[in-house]
């Protein structure tokens, strides 16, 4: 039997992805139980479906659940606009903490939780789950191995579609509403493919520029279109759309070129990895790697996040790193505003 902890999850009616965080937590040995804070109920059927026996009970209020239970990682599903306070109650509760991204509407909101985190020694990440997936981990380890040498220049493009915008329903949820869920596009959907391209580069972000709106016409308070300028260190830049255009799927790929070849990977289509170099080959030529299709889902990265928490392996992303992401974010905000350059530093 393995090593198990504790999970609590914290959500409420606007609680996103629920539907796969719940099952990927029952299917992870490492997870003893779980309980469900939820103060309008709406998720407690889906949790009992999901969860089964390991659902342990169902709280309305964190504050009660944290004194009646000691999780040792609490998942947090809430809207931005909320998560800052239940990361903050969660870390005052000794707990370690996964949130749904981006985790805050300001940076500022986000700085003080990475100090706390640290300060207390408990991890605090994003669910980021595309660092878990294959072809991912492979870019990373053939860009960490050398094969392209020092990196020029990186492209990044999400593109998702633009008629959820045309529906009401869909304009009424956090995501379309600046004041709760932060931005658009590039907060919601953008900032996964920003992580996967700063995690497979090992890059960090120094300053950004670019401009954001709305392009499609729809009354919304957040960008369907944002395009940025990114400078990193390592003498090196990026590029990066992130918008809503399609009439449905979607459409995204990170390009990455380097001294000695480049690499290219489009996931969500789980097109094979290629990758073309000129160091050690007499030959250079266009090489792919291949993996099952079907691997996308949240538990790889949900069991490597419980296996920290339970002290079995690294975290699968840290406190650095989610607060690094959001100052990139709202920084670009800030920057497109303003029509400015952001600095990071």
């Known amino acids: 039997m393995p090593k198990q902890i504790p999970v609590a999850i914290v959500t409420n009616r606007d609680g996103t992805h629920l539907d796969q965080w719940l099952p990927s937590l029952a299917a992870i040995d490492?997870?003893?139980?779980v309980t469900l804070v939820d103060p309008s109920g709406a998720s407690v059927d889906l949790a009992r479906k999901a969860l089964g026996k390991k659902l342990r009970a169902v709280h309305k209020d964190a504050?009660?659940?944290?004194?009646?239970?000691?999780?040792?990682?609490?998942?947090?599903?809430?809207?931005?606009?909320?998560?800052?306070?239940?990361?903050?109650?969660?870390?005052?509760?000794?707990?370690?903490?996964?949130?749904?991204?981006?985790?805050?509407?300001?940076?500022?909101?986000?700085?003080?939780?990475?100090?706390?985190?640290?300060?207390?020694?408990?991890?605090?990440?994003?669910?980021?789950?595309?660092?878990?997936?294959a072809p991912v981990q492979e870019a990373r380890r053939l860009i960490r191995k050398g094969l392209l040498g020092r990196i020029y220049g990186v492209e990044i493009h999400i593109v998702a579609d633009q008629t959820r915008l045309t529906q009401k329903a869909y304009r009424d949820t956090w995501q379309c509403s600046r004041a709760r869920g932060g931005g658009g596009h590039l907060a919601w959907f953008g900032i996964m493919w920003l992580d996967m391209a700063l995690y497979i580069t090992d890059l960090?972000?120094?300053?950004?520029?670019?401009?954001?709106?709305?392009?499609g016409g729809q009354p919304i308070d957040v960008?369907?279109?944002?395009?940025?300028?990114?400078?990193?260190?390592?003498?090196?830049?990026?590029?990066?759309?992130?918008?809503?255009?399609?009439?449905?799927?979607?459409?995204?790929?990170?390009?990455?070129?380097?001294e000695h070849g480049w690499l290219k990977?489009?996931?969500?289509?789980e097109q094979p990895l290629q990758y073309y170099t000129t160091?050690?080959?007499?030959?250079?030529?266009?090489?792919?790697?291949?993996y099952p299709r079907g691997g996308r889902g949240y538990t790889p990265f949900f069991r490597s996040a419980v296996r920290a928490?339970?002290?079995?392996?690294?975290?699968?992303?840290?406190?650095?790193?989610?607060?690094?992401?959001?100052?990139?974010?709202?920084?670009?905000?800030?920057?497109s505003q303003s029509e400015r350059v952001h600095r990071l530093d």
């Open 204 to 215: 960090r972000v120094e300053a950004v520029a670019g401009f954001h709106g709305v392009v």
């Open 309 to 335: 928490c339970a002290g079995l392996e690294d975290p699968p992303m840290n406190a650095d790193e989610c607060l690094a992401l959001v100052r990139t974010v709202y920084g670009f905000y800030q920057a």
């Open 30 to 33: 490492e997870v003893e139980n």
């Open 63 to 133: 504050a009660d659940m944290y004194r009646r239970f000691q999780p040792a990682l609490t998942v947090v599903s809430l809207e931005p606009r909320l998560c800052p306070a239940a990361i903050d109650a969660a870390l005052d509760a000794n707990c370690h903490v996964l949130s749904e991204k981006p985790g805050c509407v300001r940076a500022e909101d986000f700085s003080p939780l990475h100090k706390k985190a640290q300060a207390r020694h408990k991890h605090l990440m994003m669910v980021m789950a595309n660092r878990s997936h």
């Open 223 to 258: 960008e369907d279109a944002a395009v940025l300028s990114l400078k990193f260190n390592r003498r090196c830049f990026g590029t990066m759309t992130s918008a809503y255009y399609l009439d449905r799927g979607v459409q995204s790929h990170i390009q990455i070129w380097g």
């Open 279 to 290: 160091r050690g080959v007499k030959e250079p030529r266009v090489q792919e790697f291949t």
């Open 265 to 269: 990977l489009a996931t969500v289509e």
